[in-house]
């Protein structure tokens, strides 16, 4: 069983890439309404969600050495 402060949920780096990634989402119609817009829109998405799953990859790979890479690669 997995021990409850190890878990990649409690990071809080983790949290706040989320909090703003949901963030951004929620107020994503507003720059849809433009065709430049959504073009952005679509880019911010890919590079917010991009962010998460580095620190979900460099979580997979434990402790080591790699991860202060990746999470600096975030």
């Known amino acids: 069983m997995t021990d409850e402060k190890d878990r990649l949920e ?6 706040i890439a ?7 989402w929620a107020n994503s119609e507003i720059l849809g309404k433009d065709y430049r817009g959504r073009e952005m829109v679509k880019q911010l ?6 962010i ?3 620190i979900e990859e460099g979580y ?3 402790f080591g050495k790699e991860y202060p890479q990746h999470l600096r690669i975030s």
Do not use: M, P, T
């Not at 989320?18 to 951004?24: I, P």
């Open 60 to 62: 997979g790979r434990g």
């Open 45 to 50: 998405v890919r590079s917010l969600d991009s």
């Open 10 to 15: 409690n990071f809080e780096i983790y949290k």
């Open 18 to 24: 989320r909090q703003l990634f949901d963030d951004f």
């Open 52 to 54: 998460c799953a580095n």
